[in-house]
């Protein structure tokens, strides 16, 4: 789910950048600017919109970095999947301990 909601703001953010370089550089014309050439959408509720769009990227790519959750959980995936190959008799107990001795590292 964040990933999905770090794509969407990404692309989203990246036309809104796209869309006010263009206007500033005169390529795409904008029927209202405020007297500094900015886009009148970039003022007022769309400039909360351009920052609620950076906090969203921001607590995604955090979330991202940082879930500590997500680790686990892979720590306990690799385990168990080393366990069940030990019990299929795949690798003998030396290679078991050491394996486990890594994960844990």
């Not at 995604?60 to 879930?67: A, D, I, K, S, V």
């Amino acid at each position: 789910m964040v990933k999905l909601v770090i794509a969407i703001t990404s692309i989203l953010f990246a036309g809104m950048i796209l869309y006010v370089a263009l206007t500033w550089f005169g390529i795409v014309p904008v029927m209202t600017t405020t007297h500094h050439g900015t886009p009148i959408a970039f003022h007022g509720f769309g400039m909360i919109f351009v920052w609620a769009l950076v906090i969203l990227i921001i607590y995604g790519l955090l979330y991202q970095t940082f879930n500590p959750i997500e680790s686990q959980r892979s720590y306990k995936a690799s385990l168990e999947t080393l366990k069940e190959r030990y019990a299929r008799g795949e690798i003998d107990a030396e290679t078991y301990k050491k394996m486990r001795q890594t994960l844990e590292d």
